[in-house]
């Protein structure tokens, strides 16, 4: 075997290995949280503004390593008062899902916008892609759901992100069309603002 050709299978096969392991991940992440009981008792008070930052960091190293020529950009306004009342790791997790998912699956402009609203706290993460037919809305927060199987990916981010709030008592929608913005939305209890 040619030198470039063991390069291109030992890569080919890296990659794989990757995306295996990605998926193991999430589908452990999965049977964790069927495993367990309502969550809501151990939730805290976690801001959320450095949780959206970081994964919005995470989002664009991946996103710049799938594509080096791709020139994403993910804008963050989230209140300082935006402090929910959950899990931190989840919290991560939620974030960290909902952007990847815009830039993976979206267009190369996302922005996330956290506020506090009365007694909750509303994520929303919209992208400038081409939008979601009407009639994948209602599934795309299914396990192993995939819109466009093109795109790739696994099909358990938005069930993870789903999974996730519905632990820490709070709901997530969708709302999108071809041609618009696509907008994910997470509401979640607010908790305590220890201080501005």
């Not at 830039?103 to 922005?111: N, P």
Request: proline share 5%; aromatic share 2%.
């Amino acid at each position: 075997m040619a030198t470039a050709q063991a390069e291109e299978f030992l890569a080919a096969i890296h990659r794989n290995a990757r995306r295996i392991a990605a998926l193991v991940a999430d589908l452990l992440v999965l049977e964790r949280l069927d495993a367990r009981p309502a969550r809501l008792a151990e939730r805290a008070a976690v801001p959320l503004a450095p949780i959206v930052a970081a994964a919005a960091t995470a989002a664009l190293e991946a996103a710049r390593a799938r594509d080096p020529s791709a020139t994403p950009h993910i804008t963050c306004d989230v209140a300082d008062d935006a402090v929910v009342l959950g899990d931190a790791a989840g919290l991560e997790q939620i974030a960290q899902n909902l952007l990847d998912n815009a830039l993976a699956h979206g267009g190369r402009q996302v922005t996330a916008r956290g506020r506090r609203q009365g007694d909750r706290v509303v994520l929303e993460v919209a992208d400038d892609g081409p939008g979601i037919p009407a009639a994948h809305l209602p599934r795309i927060f299914e396990r192993f759901y995939r819109a466009d199987r093109r795109a790739g990916g696994s099909g358990l981010g938005l069930a993870i992100v789903a999974e996730q709030v519905r632990a820490m008592g709070g709901a997530v929608s969708a709302h999108s069309a071809p041609g618009e913005l696509t907008r994910l939305r997470v509401e979640l209890d607010a908790g305590a603002v220890t201080s501005l």
